[in-house]
C-alpha cells in the first residue's frame, strides 16, 4: 500500500469513529489535530477507569480494528490475509519510552515463546508487506491480518501499552483475528444487551457466519485475550453490555493470550504440521 492510501484510511477511520462529521471535511492538519485531542480527552477518563480496556474505547471501527473489516470472526479463513511462514516483518516508528519498546518486544517473545518459533517478529529489512508499529494518531488499533503492503499497529502511550494483553491484542488483530464476541455461536454464551450500549456503537456487536470465520475447532473462550469486557461500549461504563451465560465466567482479561488463543493462532498458520 503506497503511503497516500494509508494516509486516506487512517482519515477514514478517524471520520467513522469520533464524529459524525463528513469525511470530506478533514481535510486539515489542524482539524485532524482537533480529532486527536477529542480521543485524548477520553483517554484520560480510561486512566481513572481501571475496568476498562484500552482497546475498547472505539476510537476506530470495530473498536480497534482499522479499516474495511472483512466478513469473517473470529479467525480469518482467507488465507491471504495470513503472514507468510508466520513471518511477520515490523518497523517500530513511534515514539515511544525505552519500558514501553521494552513491552512491546517482549509481546513479541511471547508469540515466539508460545508457538515454539511458529510465529516471528522480525524487523523489517526489504519485505513489501510488513507492520508499522506507531504511536499516533490516537487509540489501539489494528488491521485485521495481512493487507499487503505496510499497515499500521497503533498504540498510543501510556493507555495501549499498561497491560501484555493490550499489546498481544493488537498484533493478535494483524495476525488475523477477530474479537471473541463477534463469533457465530456468541448468544450461547453471552447476553448482548443492546439498551445500556452508546448509540452508534453497535456495529462492535455484529455477529458472522460460521463459513466466513472459524474458531479452528475451539469452543468459545471467555478468557480469550480478544474478548471484550463486560461494559464496553457501555453507556456510563457501569451497565453491563455484555453478560456471560456462566455465572462465574470472567471476560475482557488482559493478562495475556489465553490457551485457546494460541492454540487457535497454532492451527491458522499450521504450526503443528511445519
Ligand atoms: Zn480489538
Redesign the pocket.
Known sequence: MEGFEVLVLWAVVYCVSVSSVPLNEYKTESQLKHVNITIDTKYSSYITLSDVTA??LGQYE????IGHIPEMHNGLVDEKFRWQDGVVPYKIVGNFSLEQLTKIQQAFHTYHNVTDGCIRFVGRTDQHDYIQVKSNPSG???NVGRQGGIQVVNLQPPGCLYTPGTIQ??FL?ALGF??EQTRWDRDEYVTISWDYMKHGSEGNFAIHEEDKATGFGFPYDYQSV?H?GSNAFSVNHTADTITPVDPNAKIGQRKGLSDIDIAKLKKMYKCDTK
Open positions: 482497546d475498547e470495530g473498536g480497534d480494528m489501539c488499533g489494528s491484542h493488537e488483530h477477530h474479537h480478544m471484550y
